[in-house]
């Protein structure tokens, strides 16, 4: 885990593999448009991702020479597949996606290119926290959900058509404001590291309670299993980061057991979401249909896929969004899961070489080790739900699926990686 | 360096994860996939299947009997022929296929790729899936003829080429539109009528008088001599508390031959011969004319109870009395009773019946013949056959008009008796001076007026001679 070449060679790698994937999301809306001929938006699409794209590219070649050469174009790559496979399976909202994309690249370019970010973010992290919760808390009372319908989780405020999802925003504040306190107690404590048990001072127990409580209090607001699993589960990897103590994963893993065991007998959609996963068959119709469907839609795709815009993914409900995976696995084929996994890989190889590469700047680190948790941690929580290796949890796929406030934060987390790394020392 | 262990610790753990879901997604599109894509509540296979461009099915003479066209939606499969919708049978992303569309699906629906390049052709480029196109032996004018002549009624026509077999007609009624399946499905499951069942194939119709021409077979191959006279030839027997038989046709006198017997029906003459000399040797003519290994169609739904074991078979005399005289045990598809004809109005072998004529495969011209084995059996002797010929064309003659001119033909009134009700069957042949003959077997339900049977076979004998001069 090792910087990628000098700047220049980085720039070269970065650009031939922009092209790559720029080549890969023309072909993908190339044979979707030959396969669904009525879909010429598909083309608006192709030439939205290529100008943001270029113009990102461009950008950060001049004020970010010292980048990472390879989040970038994985990021872009991602998000490129995503617009097609929005265009063929929810063409409505290819256009607000094109949209969203083009917002997210203007947001990824202000924090890489902003020179203030990362201390902004680490100086102001009791005030961002602080704002975060008030967003957090406001859905409680002014949540609403874009589906209209009255039982679906309130996880969004909306201002006229436009909603947002403040457990994203919460995803960056709160990642700031762990790497700022873990930074600052890693080092007193690791020196203790020769007493016993330090794992049960009251520096860790204190934040680990609260995160698991703040983890509890999301799902008992807002029903929102997914993020409050992400949260607990970037928060527990993150305290061994920062404290090298593995009894601090075992520990918060029975706390997250004991949680998850109160919550079965409480929360019903926890309690439904564990009893499909555990057997999906016995209700194939009915509360564990879209299981079922998006395991037939892997099963369907085969190692090939059926090629864009040619398979049956309609079949999964809601494919655009939580189980864009299963979409992808169906046209693309088991190629193509492999694709995705490799991109999510290639973020987390080079997310932690940045981390490793501040190894004398505690936040730092910490805050590119749990931007990039973050990230790979929330894709494969939603793709061993698709794939049935764990309950699911209803987040989206970083990059991929459908959703603004998502797409935006992702890139967010990009930009400020691409910060970190270009001031790595 | 800070961090640096730790960092590669969950480094490798997120890596591991991912290695996870690669092997999940592998089990779950390879290993995985067969029992998940069969599964009825996929509807991928469903719409996969509505994406099947099925061959079509032709007559003899390449009459379109069924094909798909595009409709406005979907393709749409279109049944032509009302005469042939029992033994085409159907196909339905609903319910299945039935008839020859089930027996054949695999050609019809183009079936597992069988090369390389047709399996890239498919998976790859998907290419869509066209079927091939069958011709079946059936003869559209036959079909229509006897389905004509026997609207209305309940029961089964057969007719086969008694030179090798090929089925001519095949027949099942009541019936059903297979264009309006789905929207008739349950009501005609739970028709009194059964129209899903096929008569013709599965009957398990007791012979009765039937049997009364290889009784005569049997006569004539002991040598038994034909000129000798039954007294009360005429009179009704009871076989048991529930059954009885008396002659079909009131006979002109009490003192009747077999041969006499035979024409108007009677079956005394028949019991007082096999209560003779004779009686041990007719015990096994169930198994010489194979009841208890009837005729099938490989394919199509077999009948659903055989008749008895060997042991069985061979049981009392008066078992046997009953079963020779077609009221006993034993039960029979007219598909069975059709091929022993053929044997009687051709050499004395008998043919296993077939349907299935030629293919033509997709994007192709030349059809190519069908495969099938090719294991003829004597079960008369060629002299019996001929003989049993003479006293079938005597038989007709005195029931109905005398065929075309340039043709012969034959045929036995015959009734039985089961647990639902009477059949009443005509058997017989047509033969053309050129040499072609057709072997029928006609049973309707519950019918109280011979007549019925005679006008189908009449219909049948036009049809055949229109046939002929075409």
């Known amino acids: 885990m090792s910087r990628l070449g000098r700047p220049a060679a980085g720039d070269r790698v970065e650009w031939l593999l922009l092209a790559l994937a720029a080549c890969f999301v023309a072909a993908g809306m190339a044979s979707l448009s030959l396969a669904l001929p009525d879909r010429p938006g598909a083309w608006i699409g192709l030439a939205v991702w290529l100008a943001g794209a270029g113009l990102g590219a461009l950008l950060l070649r001049r004020y970010l020479p010292r980048r990472d050469p390879l989040l970038y174009p994985v990021a872009m790559l991602l998000s490129g597949w995503g617009l097609v496979a929005i265009e063929r399976l929810a063409p409505a909202f290819a256009a607000r996606q094109s949209a969203w994309l083009l917002i997210a690249l203007a947001g990824m370019l202000a924090v890489a290119l902003k020179p203030q970010a990362l201390r902004w973010l680490r100086r102001y992290r009791y005030v961002l926290l602080a704002l975060a919760l008030t967003l957090l808390l406001a859905t409680i009372a002014l949540g609403s959900n874009p589906s209209g319908f009255d039982l679906a989780p309130r996880l969004w405020l909306s201002v006229g058509t436009v909603f947002f999802q403040p457990s994203e925003l919460m995803k960056i504040v709160l990642l700031a404001f762990l790497a700022s306190y873990l930074g600052e107690g890693s080092a007193a404590l690791r020196l203790q590291e020769a007493r016993p048990a330090p794992f049960l001072s009251p520096r860790l127990l204190g934040p680990t309670l609260l995160m698991w409580l703040l983890s509890l209090l999301i799902l008992l607001w807002q029903r929102d299993l997914g993020a409050a699993m992400l949260f607990f589960l970037v928060f527990l990897l993150l305290l061994y980061v920062a404290y090298g103590d593995w009894r601090v994963l075992l520990g918060g893993s029975l706390l997250a057991l004991l949680a998850g065991g109160v919550a079965y007998a409480i929360f019903d959609v926890v309690r439904l979401r564990v009893d499909i996963w555990l057997n999906p068959w016995l209700e194939a119709e009915g509360r564990a249909y879209q299981v079922v469907q998006s395991l037939m839609a892997v099963a369907s795709g085969g190692i090939f896929g059926a090629g864009p815009g040619l398979g049956s993914p309609g079949y999964v409900p809601v494919a655009h969004s939580d189980f864009i995976f299963a979409a992808l696995a169906e046209e693309w084929g088991l190629l193509g899961v492999i694709a995705v996994l490799g991109c999510f890989g290639a973020i987390a190889w080079r997310g932690f070489a940045i981390a490793s590469q501040w190894s004398g700047r505690a936040f730092h680190a910490l805050f590119a080790a749990g931007l990039t948790i973050m990230l790979v941690g929330q894709a494969l929580m939603i793709m061993a739900g698709v794939l049935k290796l764990a309950p699911l949890t209803g987040v989206t796929l970083p990059f991929v699926s459908y959703g603004g406030s998502s797409l935006l934060v992702c890139f967010l987390m990009i930009g400020l990686l691409l910060r970190l790394s270009a001031e790595a020392p | ?470």
């Not at chain 2, 008396?246 to 077999?258: G, K, N, R, W, Y």
């Not at chain 2, 049993?388 to 003659?397: F, I, Q, T, V, Y």
């Open chain 2, 1 to 470: 360096m800070q961090f640096a262990r730790e960092i590669r610790h969950v480094f490798l753990a997120l890596l591991l994860m991912l290695a996870a879901l690669g092997l999940s997604a592998s089990y779950w599109a390879v290993a995985g996939t067969s029992g998940l894509l069969q599964r009825d509540d996929n509807p991928r296979r469903i719409e996969a299947q509505a994406r099947i461009q099925r061959g079509a099915i032709l007559d003899r003479d390449a009459r379109p009997l069924v094909q798909t066209v595009a409709g406005e939606r979907a393709l749409e499969r279109q049944y032509l022929a009302p005469a042939t919708f029992s033994a085409v049978g159907y196909h339905s992303l609903r319910y299945g296929v039935g008839g020859v569309e089930a027996a054949f699906d695999a050609l019809l629906s183009g079936g597992e790729p069988d090369s390389l390049a047709e399996y890239f052709r498919r998976h790859l480029l998907r290419a869509p899936q066209i079927g091939a196109d069958i011709r079946l032996t059936l003869d559209l004018d036959m079909q229509s003829a006897l389905a004509a002549a026997m609207a209305g009624q309940a029961g089964a026509a057969v007719v086969l080429d008694a030179s090798d077999g090929a089925i001519r007609a095949l027949l099942s009624l009541p019936s059903y539109d297979p264009n309006r399946l789905d929207a008739e499905w349950d009501a005609l499951a739970a028709s009194a009528g059964k129209p899903f069942f096929n008569r013709a194939l599965q009957g398990q119709y007791q012979p009765g008088g039937s049997m009364y021409s290889l009784l005569l077979a049997e006569a004539l191959a002991a040598d038994f001599d034909l000129s000798t006279r039954f007294m009360d030839g005429a009179e009704t027997l009871a076989l048991d508390a529930n059954t009885t038989v008396a002659c079909l046709v009131p006979p002109p006198q009490d003192a009747l031959t077999l041969p006499e017997a035979f024409v108007y029906g009677c079956p005394a003459p028949f019991a007082a011969f096999l209560a003779g000399e004779y009686g041990a040797a007719a015990a096994g003519m169930l198994e010489s004319y194979r009841f208890d290994r009837p005729a099938t169609l490989d394919g199509f739904p077999q009948p659903d109870a055989l008749a008895p074991p060997e042991s069985q078979v061979r049981g009392t005399l008066d078992d046997s009395l009953r079963d020779a005289l077609g009221q006993g045990r034993v039960t029979t598809p007219p598909l069975h009773l059709a091929s022993i004809m053929a044997a009687i109005a051709g050499d004395g072998s008998f043919s296993p019946p077939y349907i299935h004529e030629a293919t033509r495969q997709p994007e192709t011209d030349s059809w190519m013949p069908a495969q099938r084995e090719s294991s003829r059996f004597r079960i008369l002797g060629e002299s019996v056959a001929a003989e049993l010929r003479a006293l079938l064309r005597d038989s007709w003659a005195s029931l109905a008009d005398a065929p075309t001119a340039g043709w012969e033909a034959g045929a036995q009134l015959a009734r039985s008796q089961s647990g639902e009700g009477d059949q009443t069957w005509l058997n017989g042949y047509v033969a053309s001076q050129s040499g072609e003959r057709l072997a029928f077997v006609i049973v309707l339900e519950a019918a109280a007026d011979i007549g019925d049977a005679l006008a189908a076979g009449e219909a049948l004998l036009k049809a055949t001679a229109g046939n002929a001069s075409r």
